[in-house]
């Protein structure tokens, strides 16, 4: 079964830093991945879908990238602003299984 | 935009008590999904639909059942509410993904209901 992991649990940056969260899964067959962005107490809205095929994604100031060989995803936040403070989530698509999703990233930038 | 509606944002119920969360999502997709989401645990699948009538259970279907009468709605029931049924509910639709280079198959989610079981 797909294991998704979040590291770390918790990240506080000054406002203009460049900052990287991570995404690992245990198993490479993946059909895509996506990062998710949940605001306090609300539903989640997609930022980037990678499909498997794809090696990264850019959004704006997003970029998105997948290893499949190495199990690892990473989602790079440059200049980051006070209105970044979200929770970040990834998950895991595969054929055949649900979508797993990790337990996320609690993202706070400080002005 | 795709939209996904959950009924109610905010619910407070009893032990024993049966309560419905209802879905609406207006992009005639497929599949729709309920999740519960908890601290530490990310979000975990109830389960899915992915054509009316249709029923899957995912990792955690106890104590919940679920109805797809029309394609639109999607139903969360909890028959006897228990405590630790306390939670963040997330529904969530998306089209069927035909193939490996589909354009996207993104799960479009609604805001969350968030109940509290007594």
């Known amino acids: 079964k797909q294991e998704v992991t979040q590291i770390p649990a918790a990240l506080s940056v000054p406002e203009g830093e460049n900052l990287v969260l991570n995404c690992s899964f245990t198993d490479s067959a993946i059909y895509n991945l996506q990062w998710f962005r949940q605001d306090p107490g609300k539903g989640l809205t997609s930022l980037l879908l990678?499909?498997?095929?794809?090696r990264e994604q850019t959004s704006g100031r997003l970029n998105a990238s997948l290893d499949k060989s190495s199990g690892r995803s990473t989602l790079y936040i440059a200049a980051s602003q006070p209105g970044d403070s979200a929770t970040y989530l990834c998950?895991?698509?595969?054929?055949?299984?649900?979508?797993?999703f990790g337990a996320g990233t609690r993202l706070t930038v400080k002005p | 935009d795709v939209k996904v509606t959950q009924s109610s944002r905010y619910l407070v119920k009893r032990t024993g008590e049966k309560v419905f969360l209802e879905c609406v999502q207006d992009?005639?997709?497929?599949?729709m999904f309920w999740y519960r989401q908890d601290p530490g645990l990310g979000l975990r699948l109830i389960y899915f639909s992915y054509d009316v009538k249709m029923k899957e259970k995912g990792d955690i279907p106890e104590g919940y059942s679920v109805s797809r009468e029309k394609k639109e709605r999607f139903s969360l029931i909890l028959e006897s509410a228990s405590t630790n049924q306390t939670s963040m509910y997330l529904c969530?639709?998306?089209?069927?993904?035909?193939?490996?280079?589909?354009?996207?198959?993104?799960?479009?989610f609604g805001p969350g209901t968030r109940l509290t079981v007594l």
């Open positions: 990678i499909q498997s095929s794809q």
């Open positions: 969530a639709s998306s089209f069927n993904a035909p193939a490996e280079n589909a354009p996207t198959d993104t799960q479009y």
């Open positions: 998950a895991v698509g595969q054929i055949g299984d649900d979508m797993r």
């Open positions: 992009m005639d997709h497929e599949n």
